[in-house]
């Protein structure tokens, strides 16, 4: 499975975007790229993912550069609440399970300042 | 709809001591996930179900820690003996795993576990 890169902390202004990058140079074509963030204390929580395209929900807009190999996560007005562990990982689907596999990294510690 | 379910949410034992951990996925998924989070790091797989067969446990310390999910439903995670190092939180997941665009993971609050 490839392995994803992130910076170990970001801070934040409230009400700012917030912009968190995730290196993937390794990944296959048949790899999706999710997110998922951790707030103490919480088990992770789905954000978004995409495959190749860029997306957009009620949470966040994930960009996808078009080698697939870098993807940022971008929460448009980003508040306190915000402040989380954000963990990018990309996820084989194997194809006679229908299961996928992922591994995840360490993280981006994302601090919304005041 | 309801979450993961986890039960306990704290656990302490001793060393050499034996704990179980349980698990209630969201009602319909058939993928199953135990995960080790140690303070600072992110979750790490242990075993990985589909239904009620293991796809993946190769992360999983056979000598010590077993986990079965009977009936394809709810799963327990056993540690037998417990050792200092086994501290950490136990998150459970479950996917609908109809393929990789609906292989979203949904996370139960964790069971944290101390050792001493």
């Known amino acids: 499975d490839a392995k994803t890169t992130q910076p170990p902390s970001m801070d934040c202004a409230e009400g700012r975007a917030a912009n968190l990058p995730c290196n993937h140079s390794?990944?296959?074509?048949?790899?999706?790229v999710y997110w998922y963030r951790q707030i103490h204390s919480q088990g992770p929580q789905y954000i978004i993912h995409?495959?190749?395209n860029n997306e957009t929900n009620e949470m966040a807009s994930l960009i996808i550069t078009e080698d697939r190999k870098s993807s940022t996560l971008i929460l448009p007005h980003a508040t306190l609440r915000d402040t989380a562990v954000y963990y990018c990982?990309?996820?084989?689907?194997?194809?006679?399970?229908?299961?996928?596999?992922?591994?995840f990294g360490d993280g981006t510690t994302l601090t919304v300042k005041p | 709809e309801a979450g993961v379910a986890q039960s306990p949410r704290y656990k302490i034992i001793e060393k050499r001591q034996s704990v179980a951990f349980w698990c209630n996925p969201i009602?319909?998924?058939?993928?199953l996930y135990w995960y080790q989070q140690i303070l600072g790091q992110g979750p790490k797989l242990l075993i990985q179900?589909?239904?009620?067969?293991?796809?993946?446990d190769s992360q999983l310390p056979k000598d010590r820690f077993s986990a079965e999910r009977l009936k394809g439903v709810d799963s327990t995670l056993k540690i037998q003996p417990a050792k200092l190092e086994d501290s950490a939180v136990y998150l459970c997941?479950?996917?609908?795993?109809?393929?990789?665009?609906?292989?979203?993971?949904?996370f139960g609050p964790g069971t944290r576990l101390t050792v001493l």
């Open positions: 009602s319909g998924h058939a993928t």
């Open positions: 995409g495959l190749k």
């Open positions: 997941a479950s996917s609908l795993a109809g393929g990789p665009t609906t292989d979203t993971q949904y």
């Open positions: 179900f589909q239904n009620n067969g293991v796809v993946d």
């Open positions: 390794t990944i296959s074509g048949n790899e999706y």
């Open positions: 990982i990309v996820r084989v689907a194997h194809l006679l399970t229908n299961a996928g596999k992922s591994t």
